[in-house]
């Protein structure tokens, strides 16, 4: 679609099926208005919030995060793209909130204390929301304390720790082990991620799995929940 037939688009002329194909578009290329204005025409016509979430929102963010995972999209589009989605989240959280729509879990993330670095984990903040999930980001410089708070508090199925820098990954060590010690450890599954962090770091302190980006942070927390379901569910 060339940018002039782009500008002369009327969403309220697309049927449902081709306006849902259109936020994904839209959302691919990080356009939070006409996100938002496609969710909003879609609450006028009927659709339920959690509907929206899930086909029309979830789906779209589902390819920002293969692309992404491909190395097709970049940082910076990841981040237009998980903007344009917090702007329709938030028009349809507290509608969310009102219906009781089921939810798949809950997570706690946090950029580790002595860590100011935010981008990364709050494009996995974004999508884990995007994907079903309550999300409570703590923000930056995140100590044990605040973590341990948080869990007890929030009761996260998934906590999830970020660190960027070389002399702040030890610190996740310290987080788990006080998780440990507070009697919560077998209460969470604990995902970490950031640039200088592998598999081998995410094994060797105790944590549940490294991802190492937010495509598989999403993919590794939904196997996680299905996992517990399913034990759940044969209990």
């Known amino acids: ?11 309220r002329e697309l049927d449902d ?6 936020i994904q578009d839209d959302l691919y290329d990080g356009l939070k208005d006409e996100v938002v204005e496609g969710v909003e025409i879609l609450l006028e016509r009927g659709w339920k919030p959690y509907d929206i979430m899930t086909k029309a929102l979830v789906g779209g963010m589902d390819i920002v995060g293969k692309d992404f995972g491909d190395g097709i999209l970049f940082v910076p589009e990841v981040l237009l793209s998980a903007n344009a989605m917090k702007a329709a989240m938030d028009v349809l959280r507290p509608l969310l909130a009102e219906t009781g729509a089921e939810r798949i879990g809950t997570m706690v ?6 860590d100011i670095h935010d981008i990364g984990k709050n494009i996995v903040a974004m999508m884990m929301e995007g994907a079903g999930f309550d999300v409570i980001n703590l923000g930056i410089n995140v100590d044990a ?3 341990i708070t948080a869990v007890k508090e929030h009761k996260p199925d998934i906590l999830g720790m970020s660190a960027l820098l ?3 990954m030890p610190y996740m060590k310290t987080v788990i082990e006080a998780l440990a010690e507070e009697g919560l450890r077998d209460d969470v599954v604990v995902l970490v991620g950031g640039a200088p962090l592998n598999a081998d770091f995410g094994k060797a302190i105790g944590a549940d799995a490294y991802c190492k980006d937010a495509a598989e942070a999403v993919q590794t927390a939904k196997a996680f929940m299905q996992r517990r379901h399913n034990r ?3 209990a």
């Not at 099926?17 to 259109?22: A, C, I, K, N, R």
């Not at 993330?109 to 002595?114: A, E, F, L």
């Open 1 to 11: 679609m060339s940018d002039a037939e782009e500008d002369d688009l009327d969403l």
């Open 17 to 22: 099926d081709e306006l849902v194909e259109q």
């Open 109 to 114: 993330i946090g950029t580790v204390k002595g």
């Open 145 to 147: 304390d605040q973590f």
């Open 166 to 168: 070389t002399t702040t």
């Open 232 to 234: 759940r569910a044969s």
